[in-house]
């Protein structure tokens, strides 16, 4: 196919030229140069005609010709033709300047009465049939010339064939490798680039350390507040879904859950925004994609991103407030923690029960059989540190937390010099540090950081020891003869090794996240259970990195069967090692995980790193993966055995080691019911006015019920809203008989590919089959 740029377009005698240059004959001066030594009469060659020049072109060219001059693109490639044509050589109605889609029509037989020219109105999409009518009508209507792209649109014509030349590349990718196509079809954009420089100060802080990270096409700030001391990391990016987060080490002592109640009693209202669940609130006031807090083992983080620049900073605004002078109050603790109170509130002769949003919430937790197993596991793998308490609260010890316990939790934890700042996107950074700065130079730096320092490693055991767990009776019960679940569980390395926490997560992900993994063949696969044992698999949520595997629905007589398959399979492993083809397919879902970016990335990234930089590491570091997928295809080929020296250090040596069953009670609800009840008779006995149980539960339910004052709280108006529509665009075209569209973004290399397939002729008795097919297609 000639390409476009080597086209002119003719016009009755005149000549529309496409390119700079006009198409003449090959060695003009060469036969001119003959024809004077000669004296022979030459005719020039002509240039081809019209039709010969349209149909050298494709369909979606063509398309894309009568798209540029706002005319109707719809039919074959004949028609397509003969409609330019007749468009060169008698003009074209102009656009309808009402509906601004359709093109003035003039009415061949008309009345008296009726204009000459009116809209048909327009096609509303190529799939559908419906037509957009337009009523206008004009008497006056000058025609205009059928116009071919500038410069700039010829590229974008170009672009729009070469795109289209691949599109069976891609329906066929056994012709075409894969990185053909990611590299013809995905543009990567370039990291961004800053003025600022290291040791510069900048609004109360100083800038520590800039690094580029080019696979995620951003740059990692870290500063240091002068005053607090607090850190703080800017991920620099052209990303408009901005995200600001903080996050402060809160390291339980007991299993009152002091923690857990704290963030839901920060989100009661602050100083300067009195009013109640200003978060909930919020919801109406704001455009935010994302609001939440979470808290974890050792951790508490209140987060949130928003695509608007004022309500960026109004939430800044509220969660700052909430978090660095939130109002505590008696009446919020007792609502969102654990309270005493009459079972009907306003009758003062029913029972007294024990009441509260955490303690509820925790009782539903601790009735999951899941989730009892996963949570004893870690408190008896790590028994002599912080993960020997429930951080989300055990409703047993919830109701022995006080109000000034609470408050006395803030006051030591909840200081910017625990915290860690985190932001993220395209909003400049300079103002969002003023912003912080003006509520961060109030306090000083704490002289003793006693919270970061008592966070310490577990000491690892010299035997393995065991562990049985009871649960209540499971809903959904497949085999009553198979209840039992059981698994070994292992103490690993330091998550604030990163190197280490890499090779680890790359071998635990080898043993049991696949169908060719040793575990899955030797488990799931002979059918001894029903699935892996809750929490299977690599876990770096405490400064400890973990272990897990086993079985769940397995009869007790299976359960040294099991230990001895998992034990007998890491030898197995060690001796033989892992398929070559299981390595690569785990490393490429790496470098697939690393380069999807989707428009929650800055949130993926904050919960990625805060596992390991709340332990003080380099949250930086965390994020140069490549390098480490890079060193570690280094070192395998140097030491093929790796792999299997680590299965050695950290498994078959390794002592720390946890043999843990659960087996169902029957009795487990009764019991926690008789245990909640004997708990609340206590608490009842050592208050000494139980009458102020009745009043106090009268008091809350007024506050809960009284209207609040919401205009405290910072909200958008129509004015703050950007009135642009952000319009990807997307090139449509056929493939053979296949209608395409292709949208180019920067995908950072990756292809993303959906097909929709018509089942409507695929007869009944097939049906059935249809998700095993899409199943495998997708396998």
Not at 167 to 187: D, E
Not at 629 to 647: A, G, H, S, T
Request: aromatic content about 10%; overall charge positive; charged content about 20%.
């Amino acid at each position: 196919m000639a390409p476009l740029t080597r086209l002119s377009l003719k016009k009755g005698n005149q000549t529309l030229p496409i390119s700079t240059k006009k198409i003449v004959g090959n060695n003009d001066k060469k036969v001119s140069d003959n024809k004077k030594q000669l004296n022979i009469s030459i005719k020039k060659a002509k240039c081809p005609s019209l039709r010969i020049q349209l149909s050298a072109l494709t369909i979606p060219t063509l398309k894309s010709l009568l798209r540029f001059n706002h005319q109707n693109s719809f039919g074959n490639k004949s028609s397509l033709i003969s409609r330019i044509i007749y468009m060169v050589q008698h003009d074209v109605y102009p656009q309808c300047p009402k509906c601004m889609q359709g093109r003035l029509k003039i009415r061949l037989h008309r009345r008296k009465d009726q204009s000459k020219y009116y809209c048909p109105g327009f096609p509303i999409s190529f799939r559908s049939p419906s037509f957009h009518r337009c009523n206008y009508i004009t008497d006056e209507c000058r025609k205009i010339t059928f116009d071919f792209p500038s410069n700039s649109k010829r590229k974008y014509l170009i672009s729009i064939m070469n795109l289209l030349r691949l599109c069976h590349r891609i329906i066929n990718p056994t012709r075409f490798s894969l990185n053909r196509q990611l590299q013809q079809l995905s543009s990567t954009s370039k990291a961004p680039s800053t003025s600022l420089s290291v040791g510069q100060e900048l609004h109360g802080y100083i800038v520590k350390e800039i690094t580029p990270v080019p696979e995620f096409r951003l740059i990692a700030i870290k500063l240091q507040h002068k005053l607090t001391g607090c850190q703080h990391l800017h991920i620099d990016r052209e990303h408009k879904n901005n995200v600001w987060s903080v996050a402060f080490q809160t390291t339980p002592k007991d299993d009152t859950g002091v923690a857990h109640i704290l963030e839901h009693t920060a989100l009661c209202g602050s100083e300067k925004f009195p009013c109640r669940d200003p978060f909930f609130k919020m919801t109406n006031r704001s455009m935010a994609t994302f609001m939440n807090a979470f808290t974890a083992s050792d951790w508490t983080m209140y987060a949130f991103s928003t695509q608007n620049k004022k309500d960026y900073y109004n939430l800044m605004s509220v969660y700052l407030d909430a978090v660095l002078h939130p109002k505590l109050d008696e009446y919020d603790f007792m609502q969102e923690g654990w309270r005493l109170e009459h079972e009907k509130t306003d009758d003062p002769n029913s029972p007294i029960v024990i009441k509260g949003v955490v303690f509820n919430e925790m009782k539903g937790v601790f009735s999951d059989s899941h989730q009892v197993y996963a949570r004893r596991i870690q408190n008896s793998l790590m028994p002599t540190s912080t993960y020997q308490y429930e951080s989300g609260g055990d409703p047993e010890a919830i109701p022995t937390l006080t109000w000034n316990g609470l408050k006395n939790f803030h006051a030591s934890h909840y200081h910017p010099t625990n915290g860690r700042f985190f932001t993220y996107g395209s909003f400049p950074l300079s103002d969002t540090l003023a912003f912080l700065n003006d509520y961060l130079n109030h306090y000083e730096q704490q002289k003793a950081k006693t919270i970061s320092l008592a966070l310490t490693e577990e000491s690892h055991w010299n035997q393995s020891r065991s562990v049985n767990i009871t649960c209540s009776p499971q809903s959904f019960v497949v085999d009553s003869n198979k209840t039992t679940t059981a698994s070994v569980s292992y103490l690993l390395g330091s998550i604030r090794n990163t190197w280490e926490t890499f090779l680890l997560n790359i071998v635990c992900s080898l043993l049991v996240d696949s169908e060719k993994s040793p575990f899955y063949k030797k488990l799931i696969i002979p059918n001894i259970g029903t699935n892996y044992s809750p929490d299977t698999g690599f876990g770096r949520n405490t400064l400890n990195t973990t272990f897990h595997v086993g079985l769940q629905d397995i009869s007790k007589d299976d359960v040294d069967n099991v230990i001895k398959i998992i034990d007998d399979t890491f030898q197995e492993v060690a001796k033989e090692g892992f398929e070559k083809t299981q390595i690569e397919a785990l490393l490429h879902q790496f470098e697939l995980g690393i380069k999807h970016q989707d428009e929650n990335f800055g949130l993926k990234i904050i919960l990625g790193l805060i596992y390991s930089w709340i332990h003080g590491s380099d949250p930086v570091d965390s994020l140069q993966i490549t390098k480490y997928v890079e060193r570690f295809n280094e070192e395998i080929k140097e030491n093929p055995r790796l792999l299997q020296d680590v299965i050695e250090k950290y498994f078959l040596k390794n002592n720390h080691k946890l043999i843990a069953t659960m087996n169902i009670d029957e009795e487990y609800a009764e019991k926690k019911k008789q245990k909640e009840s004997e708990l609340c008779q206590q608490l009842i006995s050592q208050c000494k006015d139980k009458q102020s149980i009745y009043k106090k539960g009268l008091e809350l339910q007024k506050r809960q019920s009284a209207p609040q004052n919401i205009d405290v709280l910072p909200t958008l108006s129509i004015t703050d809203i950007d009135k642009k529509v952000i319009r990807v665009p997307i090139i449509q075209g056929h493939a053979g008989n296949t209608y395409v569209q292709l949208c180019e973004q920067p995908t950072n290399g990756i292809t993303y590919f959906r097909c929709l397939l018509n089942t409507f002729d695929l007869p009944n008795e097939l049906k059935p089959y249809l998700p095993l097919f899409v199943n495998i297609l997708t396998k």
